[in-house]
Every structure is written in C-alpha cells, then in structure tokens.
C-alpha cells in the first residue's frame, strides 16, 4: 500500500509551473551556445598544440611573441573544452528528459566552468603579452562568470519551474 502511494505521489502532475519555459529557456540557449563556443575553442586550440613546433608565432620557440606558456593555456583550453563540450552534451539530454538530477548537473557546470575560467585567466596573466593585449588581467571575466554563478546557481536551487519540471 506504501509503495503504491509513493509511486502515485512520483506520477501526479505538479502543482504550479512547470515544463522548459520561463528562464529555462534561457538556460537551453546558453548551453546551445556553450556547444558552439567549446566546438570553436578546439578548432582553434588544436591547431597551436598539435605538434612540437606548428609554425605559430605564440608556440614556435623562434619567434619575438614565443613564451613556453602560451602552449600550456592552449593544451589546458583545449583539453577542458573537449570535457566541458561532452558535459554540456550530456546537460542537454538530462534536460530534455527532464531528469532529476539536472539541477546538480547545471550547478556543476556552472562551478566548473567559473573555476575553468580563473584558472585561464591566471595562467595566461602570467604571459606578459597577454597582459598587455588583456587591459583589465580578466578581472571584468571574472566578474561575468561570478555574477553568472551568482544569478544561475540559486534558481536551480530555489525555483519552483525547476523543482516541478525535472521529476523523472
């Protein structure tokens, strides 16, 4: 009888709003931009790492804007876009199947992409090149990706279209 309670509880329609409108639908075009901006970083990526010395003027040892760092930062971009990419991709089908564990997913991403991006910024503020091209040292995309967190991560943890949608 328990069970049966239980199971029907899980199978009632929920109360409120519910379904991917409202600010989810923000949220299904951020990560479809996510895709396209990670599917860009490596094609732009690879092409500087892909051997010991490819010609560029940034990774060949030979040239005036050569710094041993520049090949780091693209094997690290490139290699966290490559997960963040299939981790976007699996976001992307968690969500369409509503699944319940979404919101820890997106929480995830969230905190994982602000850490990847400080971690970028840090490695390449090292660059003295990069320094001067970047102005600011990446402070404003710091600020962008904290104010991202700040925004995001309490609506996947307080909203009622949030709780009521991904159930499955």
């Not at 991917?20 to 923000?26: D, S």
């Not at 990419?85 to 979404?102: D, E, G, M, P």
């Not at 994982?112 to 490695?123: C, D």
């Not at 404003?140 to 009521?164: D, H, M």
Request: proline share 7%.
């Amino acid at each position: 009888m328990e069970t049966y309670e239980r199971q029907k509880q899980t199978e009632e329609p929920p109360l409120g709003v519910a379904g991917l409108g409202g600010w989810l639908v923000l949220v299904q075009i951020s990560l479809y931009l996510s895709i396209i901006t990670r599917v860009g970083t490596l094609l732009q990526s690879l092409p500087l790492i892909a051997g010991p010395d490819t010609g560029h003027p940034l990774t060949s040892p030979g040239s005036p804007l050569y710094h041993p760092l520049w090949k780091t930062s693209f094997m690290i971009e490139g290699i966290t876009s490559a997960g963040m990419l299939i981790f976007t991709i699996f976001i992307l089908v968690s969500f369409y199947q509503k699944k319940r564990i979404l919101p820890r997913m997106m929480i995830m991403f969230y905190i994982l992409n602000f850490l990847l991006l400080v971690t970028i910024v840090l490695l390449v503020n090292q660059i003295p090149l990069a320094k001067e091209v970047e102005g600011v040292s990446g402070i404003s995309t710091i600020i962008g990706g904290l104010a991202g967190c700040a925004i995001w991560i309490p609506y996947f943890l307080k909203s009622e279209r949030v709780r009521n949608t991904f159930r499955n």
